[in-house]
């Protein structure tokens, strides 16, 4: 298997080799992800984080990247707009397209590209001193392929100059089969500012394509972060994501991570945080029906003393599907007084569905709260027949339970809109 | 109560059986139009079982004998059929159902009905006027139709919840199953003033309990006593009190003797 690993890898990298860019710090990640890109590189199966998550179906796909955007229906994309986003950034099977995107402020945006000039100001000099470095230090060779394979990078910065509260969309459309892309975002929410980051990635027309998605993220001091990544690919899709996260002294970050489609999806999210009394608070919700694969592998680092985290993860599995979730949390030597608490819940819907949930605690400090707990259960027979002697038939009744399993990632979601697309999933998933 | 009357209920030689456990065993009962009936026996007397039964629990499997409801075999029917036929089951231990609100559920489970009947449906602001009044019958206030189903609520809340089901949902035949126990004698006296509230000549009502004290409040016109997944005798109210006194095991002795 190793073989194909490797043959996809050198693959992919010659599509992508026409990126050399005159921007010294494209250059600089795509130099620094190269030499982590040999032979190796990307996991199979014998890797122990990938041993449940089988890739080979995407090793074998011949996949192209794109160097146009598309036209899309502007009457459909704007239907994906959240009434909530004050800025909305449409990326195009991985190409940033200005077109379709709307921002707020051009100070507080821009736009990295391999296909442009060195665009000048404040956001150059930012991308300069951070884009990258999480990546570097947490990544793997799937993060490094999208370092080296991002076409255009989207650089925010927020830092409380508009007096609205900014809530950022990025809409990650696919309208390609057999495309491959490397959506790519680094987003800095400066000093004591709070701000919304939705990550929408869905395909219009295209199907059978590979998302490789990677946000770098930065919660400055006293910053507040709400993150929300909502994955609705195709169905015959494939969908790898890292999100790497840093929260410095008092900040907080919470994300709300809703994975619905792709036939084989992955979300990493490595949360860091490196400063007293940060908080993260992690949600995820993976919705997981037919054959497909959904795989969460999260990590969150409590480096310093006094940080806190909750994590919330919760698996609906039907028909054949695969689910799979492992939590690690590890807790540095001088992390005293660290508090943190993890639980899992999956519910299979199918005999033949299966779940593989894992905790895994790493504590080198003495003085800590590491709470964690997982379980797995089926749809209960009482609560099915409570609703059903009410008249409720049985698909309502199931959606209505399937609801309730799911309700305390969904409860706080600060962006109502994106309720009923997610509801319809859950929906989905009881349509025997 | 007269023999005119229309039959809502009736089972012949019910027998029904509980992953191979045998739990009834012949059970015979008419239930007509107007009427309320009580069915007492001790635990594990298969009172309870009896209920599940004619809802459609399907851990319960019929085995042999008739189940009816007004003329049709109701056997074959799912839970929600029997449901949206008028059969409803107040339930000993209602489910709670967090993250569904109480009041979502209720008027899902309204349309539902209304449906099947060809009664027109609520959106939410016509269901809430319309609910204004049930909930009062309740003596429950508004708020607990922002609640989620049942959870949180105390053992009174809850029967007064099923008490309110049933009057939205207005059933043909109501099984209130041990919808007494637990409640104390304000919430008992408010769950009973319910319950005779909703009752009509239409409708017929099985009361499923230990005690007679409910009985003091909505009035039986039979009272059957359950032994051995059977009813092994019929009376009037007037044997609860004797029930209340003596005990089962003479009505238990009499049974085996007349049956030697």
Known sequence: MRDIADKFLASVLSKTDRYSSEIPILRTIRDQALRKLTPGALPITTDESWRYTDLRSLYGLNLSSVSESQ????????????????????????IFSEKYSSTLSDKEFSILSNARANPAGIQVALGKALLGTLEDRFGDGFSALNSSGARDIILVTVNGESALERVIQVLNVNTKKDVFSCPRILF??????????IEDSLNIGG?????????????????????????????DSFFISNSFVNIERSGTYRSWAISCGAKLSRHNPHVYLGGNGAHADLKGLALCDKGRVSDTHSTLYHAEAHTSSRQTHKNIAADQARVVFNGKIKVFKDAQGTDAAQQSRSLLLSNRASVDAKPELEIFADDVKCAHGATIGQINDEELFYLKARGIDDRTARSLLNYAFARDVLDDLPIKSLLPSIEENIRALTSF | MSDENKIILEARGLKAEISGASILKGLDLCVRAGEIHAIMGKNGSGKSTFSKVVAGHPSYAVTDGKLEFLGEDLIELAPEERSKKGIFLGFQYPIEVPGVTNGAFLRLAFNSIQAARGGDELDPLEFDDFIQEKLKLLKMDAGFLDRSLNEGFSGGEKKRNEILQMAILEPKLAILDETDSGLDIDALRIVANGVNAIHSDDDAIILVTHYQRLLNYIEPDFIHVMEGGKIIKTGTKELALELESKGYDWVVDEYKAKAA
């Not at chain 1, 036209?71 to 991985?94: H, K, M, N, W, Y």
């Open chain 1, 207 to 235: 199907y059978r394509y590979f998302t490789n998605n990677v946000v770098e993220l930065f919660v400055r001091e006293n910053a507040k972060v709400d993150h929300i990544q909502l994955q609705r690919e195709d169905l």
């Open chain 1, 188 to 197: 800095d929410c400066g000093v004591g500012v709070e701000a919304t980051l």
């Open chain 1, 71 to 94: 036209q899309i229906d502007e009457q459909i994309l704007q239907s994906f707009r959240l009434p909530e986003a004050t800025d909305f950034v449409v990326t195009v099977d991985g």
